[in-house]
């Protein structure tokens, strides 16, 4: 670390110039005199060694959170020698706010002393933020010198998206062999009654419908609903985005696919994902805890990738997409490819849903208000909802969603309308 | 707490000359001079060095409408506090927004009174020992003081070349 000198020198030096200037035209010895301090600071420079006598180590409060949440990051700066004057600054990455305390700090230290250096930040957005590098700068106390250091600290703090509430999710039509929470149409082991039959021989004596029975004077039992779980594979379509951040199409969409996996991994649902970009990511279907994760460390990823390359979703694997699964679609309907996509998936027989985040009060939110910026929103919306039409007639459900309102209300419509068309 | 010290110190600055001689043009000087040394402190030490440039003047003035014989002592107190105003407006917009560590405040302080004390003891001396030897020997006193201001001068222009900027604070 090499010692230099600040502005702070140099306007010392111009007001000793500018007073020796104003003593010789006056004739005044004072002036002189009043110059003598100025000059007696000029020579404490030179006299700090820049010796990198001090250390630093960074600790957070938590390295995983949600959206929202807040987050405390203590720097302890110790010394091995004396430090008079020490300025550290941490740049905050734009998804971190800082709400309390400054992510700037200046201290002292004597030798074998440490200090500890604590702000609080609201993590914004969601995504891995990379706390690394602390810029230092070592004064010496007349602030006539500097010098200055880079200190890369480990401090990586992941963000996941915060799950919208929500109660009621959009049930499946086709049902998995595993044991779950749906009431199946299929007859067997189970809680909801379905039908009733006559007795025979190795029906349990606890399944016989004594009521039937004593109308009919004949053995009657009562036949269950199985009760089965579902593949519900999530499709986000990162191809393109709207608004600006931390509120934008994307930004929704991810929330409420949080919202979804969480909802259906409840239920001991199997859930996948695939991101719809260029390349094709995805996550086979599964539940658990561990799996809760894994899908929320791709949303955590995910993100707009612009490519030229468009993917036939019949390249993705077929345990990734199972014929049986709910597939529903997280789009803001922005870009064709991913409606042409919904098309084809329709078309092969899936059980389709497209949740459908409107790009149009979060661009609005964003631009000054105009008469021509309403008039091009009308004309968006009408567009939009030509273009919904035109796939709702080819049999796809979809759910026109604005992020501003609940997530529950906007897939509590959609409820009903499926039970009426359940698949028996 | 720095930037307050500074603002008192503006108004010593400002205020002395008032107390050699309080005419109308100092009085205007100073008002300017203050005006600029507040947004000095506040905004960037360019600006305080127009202020300081400004009370400089108002001092001259001030002694050449006084007249009469040298004001060392009061020469001493101008010229600290000139040093310790230029410095705590600098630590003052460095503290400004920043989480300050304990014990800062108060070396900052300590160094402050320390380093005034030894340059106003310095300047006395050497202002005396200069009245002293003038009294004494007969030289040209103003070719070598401009001498002097144009060696200064020079310094200055050779150490704004050499210097390179630091990034900014924030």
Redesign the interface.
């Known amino acids: 670390m090499t010692m230099?000198?600040?502005?702070?020198?140099?306007?010392?030096?111009?007001?000793?110039?500018?007073?020796?200037?104003?003593?010789?035209?006056?004739?005044?010895?004072?002036?002189?005199?009043?110059?003598?301090?100025?000059?007696?600071?000029l020579l404490?420079i030179g006299r700090t060694v820049a010796a990198r006598e001090w250390s630093l180590a960074r600790a957070l409060s938590a390295p995983r959170v949600f959206e929202g949440e807040r987050v405390t990051v203590t720097v302890t700066?110790s010394a091995d020698g004396p430090v008079p004057?020490l300025?550290l600054?941490e740049p905050l990455p734009p998804t971190l706010r800082l709400v309390s305390?400054?992510n700037?700090?200046?201290?002292?230290?004597g030798p074998g002393r440490s200090?500890e250096?604590?702000?609080e930040v609201e993590c914004v957005r969601r995504g891995r933020v990379n706390l690394g590098t602390v810029h230092a700068?070592f004064?010496d106390?007349?602030?006539l010198e500097?010098g200055?250091t880079s200190v890369r600290l480990p401090g990586q703090l992941r963000v996941y998206p915060r799950p919208l509430p929500l109660r009621r999710l959009p049930g499946p039509r086709r049902m998995q062999a595993f044991v779950g929470n749906y009431v199946a149409p299929s007859l067997g082991e189970g809680l909801e009654p379905g039908d009733i039959r006559a007795f025979v021989p190795g029906d349990r004596v606890r399944h016989v419908n004594w009521r039937a029975s004593l109308r009919f004077r004949q053995l009657f039992v009562t036949q269950y609903h199985q009760e089965r779980n579902a593949d519900v594979v999530l499709m986000l379509d990162t191809l393109a985005e709207a608004g600006a951040a931390p509120a934008t199409t994307l930004d929704a969409s991810i929330r409420a696919a949080a919202a979804l996996v969480t909802g259906y991994l409840a239920r001991k649902d199997r859930v996948g994902l695939i991101e719809y970009c260029g390349p094709f990511r995805w996550v086979r279907p599964s539940s658990g805890r561990a799996h809760h994760e894994r899908l929320f460390e791709a949303l955590l990823r995910a993100d707009v990738m612009f490519s030229y390359v468009t993917q036939d979703v019949a390249l993705v694997p077929r345990r990734v997409l199972p014929p049986q699964a709910l597939v529903i679609a997280i789009s803001p309907l922005i870009d064709p490819r991913f409606e042409r996509a919904l098309v084809d998936l329709a078309a092969r027989g899936f059980d389709l849903v497209v949740l459908s985040p409107s790009p149009i009060p979060l661009v609005r939110r964003a631009m000054r208000p105009s008469a021509r910026a309403d008039l091009a929103c009308r004309l968006w919306a009408l567009e939009r909802r030509a273009r919904a039409d035109a796939l709702h007639r080819l049999g796809i459900t979809i759910v026109d969603w604005d992020p501003a309102e609940s997530l529950e209300a906007a897939l509590g419509g959609l409820t009903p309308s499926r039970r009426r068309g359940v698949v028996r | 707490m720095a930037r307050r010290l500074a603002a008192v110190l503006t108004v010593v600055l400002v205020g002395s000359p008032l107390l050699i001689a309080s005419s109308t043009a100092v009085l205007a000087l100073g008002a300017a001079a203050m005006m600029l040394c507040f947004l000095g402190i506040l905004a960037a030490t360019p600006v305080l060095v127009g202020g300081m440039v400004l009370a400089l003047g108002e001092y001259t003035l001030a002694l050449w409408l006084a007249g009469g014989p040298p004001r060392l002592a009061g020469a001493v107190l101008f010229g600290v506090v000139l040093v310790l105003l230029l410095e705590t407006a600098d630590f003052g917009r460095l503290a400004h927004r920043a989480t300050l560590g304990p014990g800062l405040l108060a070396a900052q302080i300590r160094s402050w009174a320390v380093f005034a004390a030894f340059a106003g003891v310095g300047a006395l001396v050497a202002s005396t020992g200069a009245n002293v030897t003038s009294a004494a020997v007969r030289l040209p006193w103003a070719p070598a003081v401009a001498a002097a201001g144009a060696a200064v001068a020079l310094v200055g222009v050779a150490l704004a070349l050499s210097y390179r900027r630091l990034p900014p604070r924030d």
């Open positions: 230099r000198l600040t502005p702070l020198a140099l306007s010392v030096v111009t007001v000793c110039a500018w007073g020796l200037v104003l003593g010789v035209l006056s004739g005044r010895a004072e002036l002189a005199v009043v110059v003598l301090p100025l000059l007696l600071g404490r700066v004057l300025e600054f305390g400054h700037r700090g200046l201290f002292t230290l200090v250096w604590r702000y700068r004064w106390r007349a602030g500097a200055e």
